[in-house]
C-alpha cells in the first residue's frame, strides 16, 4: 500500500477521547470508587541523609479511624528488594528495600505508612509518627560524589560510581594531533522533574477468595508493572490485574513500579481490605522522580572550513539516591546518537553516572533531550573559534541525501532522514538573511536579536535489537489483537499505555487503514492486562511505530481473511476485491466498484455458519500479531528560534519559533500537531524556567510551583510548523514515530539563539536554565 492508497493515514481528524475528558467523564484514578477502602500517607524523611534510630507509632495507633502503622521492617517480610544488576559492562548492582529499614538516602524518603479510614485522619496521624534519626553528611551534588573522601550513598556502590561506560570509533587523538584547531564546548543541565497534572497514585483491591489482586493506577507500562508487581510479592501474574484508564500525563515519571505503590498493594493483601493512595503535590515534587541533571564536555578537531574530523564527549550525570532503572541507560542513548545528523568518522566518549543525596531518577520526555543542545553547541562553538557562519559549518558537516542510509562511529543506521532538506526549509521560512540585516540593524539602536538552529535526529522506534546491541535489558516488540464482531463493528487492542497522547485516535485510523473500515467502526482497548496483550507499553516514542504497525500490520492479516471469504462467495480471485469502508468492492479494469457484500456479511458468516466458509478457514474474525519493529527509527527535524534580549534585565523574549519536521506517515496530524507543541513548549520550559535545587545539606527548597516553575502560555511563543513526511522503507505504513524532538530541538534552538544575541558581549551560555538572573550576571561578567 502506497502513501497515495491511503485514506485514513495522514489525514487530520479531532481526537475521539477529547469529548469525554473535557466534558468531565473521563475515568482517572480518583473517578474510581472502591467501597471500603482505606487511605495511606507516607512518613517522610526530612534528612537527605540520616540512620533510623526509632519509630514510635503508638500516638498514631491510638487516633480514632487508624487501622496500623507499617514500616520498612514490616514490608520486608512481605514483599521482595528490586534487584537492578543487567549483566553490562561499567554498570554496578544495585538492590533497593520497599521501604529503608536503616538508613534514608535523601529527604522525602518514605521512613512509615500509615493506614487509616480516610485521608484526612492518615495524614493527620502521619505527623504523631515520631522518628528519631540520626543525621549524617549528605553527598549534594555529582562533582562531589566522586571525591576521595565522599561519603557513601549505597554500600553497593563504591565510590559512588554507578556506571562508567567508554567507547572509541577510529583515531581521535591521532586527528587532533593534526588538526587545525581543537574546539572545546561545555553543557549543563539542570536537575527536573516531571510535574503531571494527576501525581502519581494507585488503590488496590485484594480478592481472599480468588488470591487475585487488582491494581489501579496511571501507567506508561501495563504489562511490565504486572509482571514486576507480582514477583515482588511472591505472586504469579495470573494472580494480578493492573487497570491503567485515563492518565493526567506522566512524562515518563509513570513507568518504574515505585516503593509507594509497592506498599500499597502488599497492605491491601496483608489487610484484606481495599487500600488507595494518592500523592499531593509536595510529595510529587520531592519524592516522585527526579530527571536531566547532566554535564558534557566536547573536544572537536576541525579543519580551516569547519569541517568536523574527530569528536570526544566527556559526560556525568547524577542519578540520585535509588536507580528504579538501569543507571547507564538514558546517558547510553545521549553517548550513542551524538553526532546527529553530522558527518562524523572518529568519536570517542567518556560516561559516568553518580549517585547522590536526592530523588532517584527516571526517564522524563526525551531523556536524551540534551543532545541536539550538545551536538549544535558544538557546531556553533566551532563558527564563533574560525569566525565562519553558522549555517555554512552546519551546510559543510550535514550529511547528504545521497550519502544515506548513513552508518554512525557506534553502528547506528541513519536511514529515510531528511536533515538537509528540513535545514534549507527553516533557512527559507526565516529569512534567514534577511534577519542578519534586521539583526546589524537593532544592535545599532541598542536592541539585541538573536537566531538558534537546532538540527535533530530522533531516535522513536527502539527495536529489541537496538536493546540488545546496547547492552541494555529489555524488548521493543509491540503486540496486538483484533475481533471484528459479527456485527461487523471491530474491537483491537494493544499493549500501550496511553496517558494523553490520543493513542485511541491514532490506532483507530491504524486499525481502518490497514482493514479498510471507518475509524468510527474501531474500538481501541488499551490500559487492562487482562484484555489488552502484553505488550512493552509507552516509552520513548515507539508507541506510533511499534504499537501503530502492530496493529496496522494485524488488521491487513484480518483483511486477508475477509477477502479470501468474500472471493469464495462473489466468485471473484481475491486479489480483485478490497475493503473500503467497511464494503467489498471489486475492481473492473482500473476502476472499483461495489458489491453488495458488507464486513457484516462476511463476520456473520464467518461466526455463525462456519461451515460455508473456504477450506483451512476457522470460524470467527480473530487476529493476533506481534511485531518486533527494526531496532532503531529515526525521525529528524529543523528548528529556528528567534530571541531578543533585554540587558538591562536579563530576560528573554521568544518572539518566532520555527519547526520543519519528517516524521514519516501520520496515524493522525491532529495528534502529531499536538505532540509538536507539546514537546517544543516542554523543552522551552525546561530551559527557561524548570529547576530542582537541593541546597548543600540536600533539602530540597523547590517544593510547590511556587519555587518550581513551569512556563505558561504567556511566557510561550506561537509555533510555525512546516510539515515535509516521508515514510520509512523499513517499517509497517512507513511510520517514523515522534515525540520527543520537540524538546531536544528548543533546547538547542533557544539556547543557540541567546548566544548569537549575547555575542556583541563575548560571552557565552553554558548551562541551564536561562533565568533573568543568570543571563544578567553573565552580563555584569563582560562589563
Not at 558534557?296 to 566527556?314: F, K, M, N, P, W
Not at 489483537?481 to 463493528?489: A, N, V
Not at 470467527?620 to 538591562?648: K, R
Not at 528548543?746 to 544575541?757: I, V
Request: include cysteine; glycine fraction near 8%.
Amino acid at each position: 500500500m502506497s502513501e497515495a492508497d491511503f485514506r485514513y493515514l495522514n489525514r487530520p481528524v479531532p481526537r475521539t477521547e477529547d469529548y469525554r475528558l473535557l466534558t468531565g467523564h473521563g475515568r482517572y484514578l480518583d473517578d474510581i470508587e472502591i467501597p471500603g477502602a482505606l487511605h495511606v500517607c507516607f512518613v517522610r524523611s526530612p534528612h537527605a541523609h540520616a540512620r533510623i534510630v526509632s519509630i514510635d507509632a503508638s500516638a498514631a495507633l491510638a487516633m480514632p479511624g487508624v487501622v496500623t502503622v507499617v514500616t520498612g521492617r514490616d514490608l520486608a517480610q512481605w514483599t521482595r528488594p528490586l534487584r537492578v544488576a543487567p549483566p553490562i559492562e561499567g554498570l554496578m548492582p544495585v538492590e533497593i528495600e520497599t521501604m529503608p529499614v536503616e538508613i534514608v538516602r535523601f529527604q522525602g524518603d518514605p521512613v512509615a505508612c500509615v493506614v487509616a479510614a480516610d485521608r484526612y485522619i492518615a495524614e493527620d496521624a502521619a505527623e504523631q509518627v515520631l522518628v528519631e534519626f540520626d543525621a549524617l553528611a549528605a553527598v549534594t551534588d555529582m562533582w562531589q560524589a566522586l571525591e576521595a573522601d565522599a561519603v557513601q550513598i549505597d554500600p553497593m556502590v563504591p565510590g559512588n560510581l554507578v556506571s562508567h561506560q567508554t567507547f572509541t570509533h577510529g583515531d581521535p587523538a591521532g586527528v587532533e594531533a593534526t588538526a587545525y584547531r581543537i574546539v572545546e564546548a561545555s553543557f549543563g543541565q539542570q536537575r527536573q522533574t516531571h510535574v503531571p497534572i494527576e501525581t502519581r497514585g494507585c488503590a488496590a483491591v485484594w480478592d481472599l477468595g480468588r488470591k487475585h489482586l487488582t491494581f489501579h493506577i496511571g501507567t506508561q507500562v501495563p504489562h511490565p508493572l504486572r509482571t514486576q508487581l507480582a514477583a515482588r510479592l511472591a505472586l504469579d501474574e495470573s494472580q494480578v490485574t493492573v487497570i491503567s484508564q485515563d492518565v493526567g500525563g506522566s512524562f515518563g515519571q509513570k513507568i518504574a513500579l515505585y516503593r509507594e505503590e509497592l506498599t500499597v498493594a502488599a497492605l491491601a493483601r496483608h489487610l484484606g481490605r481495599p487500600v488507595r493512595w494518592r500523592e499531593d503535590r509536595l510529595e510529587n515534587l520531592t519524592a516522585a522522580a527526579n530527571s536531566r541533571e547532566d554535564f558534557c564536555r566536547t573536544r572537536a578537531a576541525v579543519d580551516q572550513h569547519g569541517t568536523l574530523l574527530s569528536l570526544t564527549l566527556e559526560m556525568r550525570e547524577d542519578f540520585g539516591a535509588y536507580c528504579f532503572f538501569p543507571a547507564n541507560y538514558l546517558a547510553r542513548v545521549v553517548a550513542m546518537i551524538l553526532s546527529g545528523p553530522y558527518r562524523l568518522d572518529h568519536y570517542a566518549f567518556d560516561v559516568k553516572i553518580v549517585l547522590s543525596h536526592k530523588c532517584g531518577n527516571a526517564p522524563m520526555r526525551a531523556p536524551m533531550s540534551i543532545t541536539s543542545w550538545v551536538m549544535e553547541g558544538t557546531i556553533d562553538a566551532i563558527a564563533r573559534e574560525l569566525e565562519i557562519g553558522p549555517v555554512e559549518v552546519r551546510r559543510r558537516n550535514l550529511i547528504a541525501p545521497q550519502e544515506l542510509p548513513y552508518r554512525t562511529p557506534t553502528g547506528e543506521t541513519l536511514a529515510d532522514i531528511t536533515p538537509t532538506e528540513t535545514f534549507e526549509a527553516v533557512l527559507r521560512a526565516v529569512d534567514y538573511a534577511a534577519f542578519r540585516t534586521r539583526q546589524r540593524d537593532a544592535r545599532a539602536r541598542g536592541r539585541y536579536l538573536g537566531l538558534g538552529l537546532c538540527n535533530v535526529v530522533e531516535p522513536t522506534t527502539y527495536g529489541s535489537r537496538f536493546y540488545k546491541a546496547a547492552g541494555i535489558p529489555g524488548s521493543g516488540h509491540e503486540a496486538s489483537w483484533i475481533r471484528i464482531e459479527p456485527s461487523g463493528i471491530v474491537n483491537a487492542s494493544v499493549g500501550l499505555g496511553p496517558s494523553g497522547q490520543g493513542y485511541e485516535s491514532a490506532m483507530a485510523n491504524a486499525v481502518a487503514e490497514g482493514l479498510g473500515v471507518e475509524p468510527s467502526k474501531v474500538r481501541i482497548h488499551m490500559g487492562h492486562t487482562d484484555i489488552a496483550p502484553y505488550g512493552m507499553g509507552s516509552r520513548g516514542a515507539r508507541s506510533g511505530t511499534a504499537g501503530g504497525g502492530a496493529l496496522f500490520l494485524c488488521a491487513q492479516d484480518a483483511r486477508r481473511k475477509v477477502l479470501a471469504i468474500a472471493s469464495t462467495r462473489l466468485g471473484v480471485p481475491a486479489e480483485a476485491l478490497r475493503l473500503a469502508d467497511g464494503r467489498i468492492e471489486q475492481r473492473e479494469g482500473d476502476a472499483w466498484h461495489g458489491t453488495a457484500l458488507t464486513l457484516t456479511d462476511i463476520a456473520r458468516q464467518a461466526y455463525m455458519d462456519p461451515t460455508s466458509l473456504p477450506p483451512g478457514l476457522s470460524p470467527g474474525l480473530e487476529f493476533h500479531l506481534t511485531y518486533d519493529p527494526p531496532p532503531m527509527t529515526y525521525s529528524n527535524s529543523a528548528h529556528a528560534c528567534e530571541v531578543e534580549l533585554d540587558v538591562a534585565t536579563g530576560a528573554l523574549h521568544i518572539a518566532r519559533y520555527v519547526i520543519a519536521e519528517d516524521c514519516g506517515t501520520l496515524l493522525n496530524p491532529t495528534v502529531v500537531e499536538g505532540q509538536q507543541h507539546g514537546a517544543i513548549a516542554m523543552g522551552l520550559s525546561g530551559a527557561l524556567f524548570e529547576e530542582v535545587i537541593y541546597d548543600e545539606t540536600g533539602q530540597n527548597t523547590t517544593g510547590s510551583l511556587a519555587e518550581y516553575l513551569i512556563a505558561t502560555a504567556t511566557e510561550l511563543p506561537e509555533i510555525e510548523i512546516i510539515p515535509m513526511h516521508t515514510p520509512s522503507r523499513s517499517t509497517a505504513a512507513g511510520i517514523k514515530g515522534m515525540a520527543e524532538g520537540g524538546v531536544m530541538g528548543a533546547l538547542g534552538a533557544l539556547t543557540n539563539a541567546l548566544n548569537d544575541a549575547l555575542a556583541p558581549f563575548g560571552v557565552v551560555v553554558e548551562r541551564h536554565p536561562l533565568t533573568p538572573m543568570f543571563v544578567r550576571d553573565l552580563l555584569r561578567e563582560s562589563l
